[in-house]
């Protein structure tokens, strides 16, 4: 597994890697909880858009618990600060 060093803070970098990779490469995001720092895998991705506007939503994992759980079909948002670092295999 390689794992980018550069940190990219748009969620579109991080859609398109997930969603055009041959492989559906997945992401790796830093994210803030209270006053600590931690990582989530995301591993699929859904996209909205309007005229002038793209959201992105993404299905995550977090030390082994879902966060937007995917039978349901639940996807999330991130907040725009959050850092993404590219994964490949």
């Known amino acids: 597994m390689w794992i980018n060093p550069v940190l990219w803070f748009q969620d579109r970098v991080a859609?398109?890697?997930?969603?055009?990779?041959?492989?559906?490469?997945?992401?790796i995001r830093l994210c803030a909880v209270g006053d600590s720092l931690h990582w989530t895998l995301a591993y699929g991705v859904k996209k909205t858009e309007s005229l002038f506007w793209s959201n992105f939503y993404f299905h995550q994992i977090d030390n082994g618990a879902l966060v937007g759980v995917p039978s349901t079909g639940s996807?999330?948002?991130?907040?725009?600060?959050?850092p993404w670092l590219k994964v490949w295999d």
């Open 75 to 82: 996807y999330t948002q991130v907040d725009w600060w959050n």
């Open 15 to 27: 859609y398109y890697h997930i969603a055009t990779g041959r492989t559906a490469y997945p992401t």
